[in-house]
């Protein structure tokens, strides 16, 4: 049987990367087949709506934060998503282009992620052209060899699957630059040590989030990660986002935690626990 892996397309994003590496790791014995999608929130819809087993999305990056894209996207959807694994990449961006000289360039294409990840970059070598945001790293490299006014920030790996040339490389600002991704699927997880829950407020009073999260400072639980982003239903109401670092099967006091949120918050949404492929979650 072969086992259905969703990603961002077109080929050769870090997404599509991150769901090589995965396969690679977790599912070597498996016949896999990767199929790209042309936004984040419907790679997710797909998994949700059983087209695919997998998802890989991008959840957050070392120097950009979170992917809001990803998280507006699962907590809208009402499948029982479950994050399998996290994946932790290193990104080194290139300017991709058959422009002969950065003089010609007159328009740069990316994800609004990568752009902001070079922004540094941009600013002192290519100040004068025009930053354009697609849906993906990749999404413009079809269009890049008939046009050498333009070009395109994306991987070294996708130059090469396009036949294009490579300008300049690494120009993301940090060296260190990382994005972790999850790999998502409707099957629970049975073990990890992460455990990543989202959770809205009744209202929104004094010590409101300050309340939530002492179920866990004060059963001793460290957060790794807490993000906000907007309900959607009105100005100033907010949804919350946080990794919790043990596993929610054999961690008693997270139970117990979990368990008082549940009575207090208006809705949470547990994403389960797993695995990460770096030192923290």
Request: proline share 5%; charged share 15%; hydrophobic share 45%.
């Amino acid at each position: 049987m072969t086992l259905k892996i969703a990603h961002l397309g077109p080929t050769g994003t870090y997404a599509e990367a991150a769901a090589i590496a995965y396969a690679q790791a977790e599912l070597a014995s498996t016949e896999i087949c990767l199929q790209p999608y042309t936004t984040i929130a419907q790679t997710l819809a797909a998994v949700a709506s059983g087209e695919v087993t997998l998802a890989i999305v991008p959840v957050e990056n070392s120097i950009e934060g979170g992917v809001t894209m990803t998280a507006d996207t699962i907590w809208q959807l009402a499948a029982p998503l479950q994050i399998q694994q996290a994946i932790v990449l290193p990104i080194h961006h290139a300017l991709i282009s058959v422009a002969t000289d950065l003089a010609q360039i007159e328009t740069v294409y990316s994800h609004p992620q990568a752009l902001s990840q070079c922004q540094d970059w941009l600013q002192q070598h290519l100040p004068q052209a025009a930053r354009i945001a697609n849906n993906s790293t990749t999404a413009a490299l079809a269009t890049l060899a008939a046009n050498p006014q333009a070009a395109a920030i994306s991987s070294v790996r996708a130059a090469n699957l396009y036949e294009l040339p490579v300008l300049e490389q690494p120009i993301n600002d940090r060296p260190d630059n990382q994005t972790k991704f999850w790999a998502i699927s409707l099957q629970p997880t049975l073990a990890g040590n992460c455990t990543s829950v989202a959770f809205s407020l009744r209202s929104n009073t004094p010590g409101g989030l300050m309340r939530a999260l002492g179920f866990f400072a004060n059963r001793g639980l460290n957060l790794s990660r807490i993000e906000s982003r907007p309900s959607k239903r009105s100005l100033g109401d907010y949804l919350f986002f946080i990794d919790i670092e043990t596993d929610v099967h054999n961690c008693r006091e997270l139970k117990s935690a979990l368990a008082d949120l549940d009575v207090y918050a208006e809705t949470v949404k547990n994403f389960g626990s797993y695995y990460t492929n770096n030192a923290s979650c």
